[in-house]
């Protein structure tokens, strides 16, 4: 079972640069998240997709956009990569939008820009 | 707002150690509360998850139970093994499904 799959797994930008980050999962879950992760902050919300066809925005918004461009896949894009967006990027999803689902998660791509 | 506070780490224990990592938590309503485990290299993995006050929830030899009177979620194991060296994240879940985590505590297992 592939579960939640991130693709690239890292990447080099130079600031300015754009990109798109791409997520698949094969579970035919409704629900899927964008978050961040850096050091001694956890994890944070960047968007979210409650159900195939919507987005709302999470904790950390700015910088981002995203597409859920059907049940399986969940894309963030940088439009304009700055120093500050550096971090470790998760994909996950979760089996609907409710209390008590918890999330799979991707492996993460790890994204630094330079 | 909602919000996770775990204790500071790192971690550093001999195998065979009793483990507790504590995790208080702010929170309006009744959040359902979670361990998720991360290995070098890995995204996160759930542990377990208690949805309602005095629920325990278990795996792998972890426990944590949900005490709504001191708003916690401790997580412990009795005996410790190397292969338990990870990052834990305490996590509740607010409005629907939107998960807030911890900051994480790095633990370390010494044979």
């Known amino acids: 079972n592939a579960g939640v799959t991130q693709t690239p797994k890292f990447q080099v930008l130079k600031t300015g640069q754009s990109m798109t980050l791409q997520c698949a999962q094969d579970?035919?879950?409704?629900?899927m998240y964008w978050y961040r992760q850096d050091p001694g902050m956890g994890l944070r919300l960047i968007y979210y997709?409650?159900?195939?066809?919507t987005t709302d925005k999470g904790e950390v918004p700015n910088g981002y956009n995203v597409s859920r461009l059907n049940k399986r896949e969940f894309s963030l894009r940088l439009e304009s990569a700055a120093p500050s967006q550096t971090s470790v990027y998760f994909c996950?999803?979760?089996?609907?939008w409710g209390p008590g689902y918890g999330y799979t998660f991707g492996s993460g791509t790890r994204l630094t820009v330079v | 707002g909602d919000s996770v506070t775990q204790m500071e780490g790192p971690v550093t224990l001999s195998e065979e150690a009793f483990l507790t990592i504590n995790c208080t938590y702010t929170?309006?309503?009744?959040?359902?509360l979670f361990w998720y485990v991360q290995y070098p290299g890995e995204g996160l993995q759930l542990l377990l998850k208690a949805t309602k006050a005095d629920d325990k929830g278990s795996n792998k030899g972890f426990e944590a139970t949900y005490r709504k009177e001191t708003t916690s979620f401790h997580l412990e194991k009795g005996s410790v093994q190397v292969s338990d060296s990870a990052v834990y994240f305490c996590?509740?879940?607010?409005?629907?499904?939107?998960?807030?985590f911890g900051e994480g505590t790095q633990l370390t297992v010494n044979p």
């Open positions: 996950a999803s979760s089996e609907a």
């Open positions: 997709s409650a159900s195939e066809g």
């Open positions: 579970m035919n879950h409704n629900s």
């Open positions: 996590a509740l879940e607010t409005s629907g499904s939107r998960l807030t």
């Open positions: 929170a309006t309503g009744y959040p359902s």
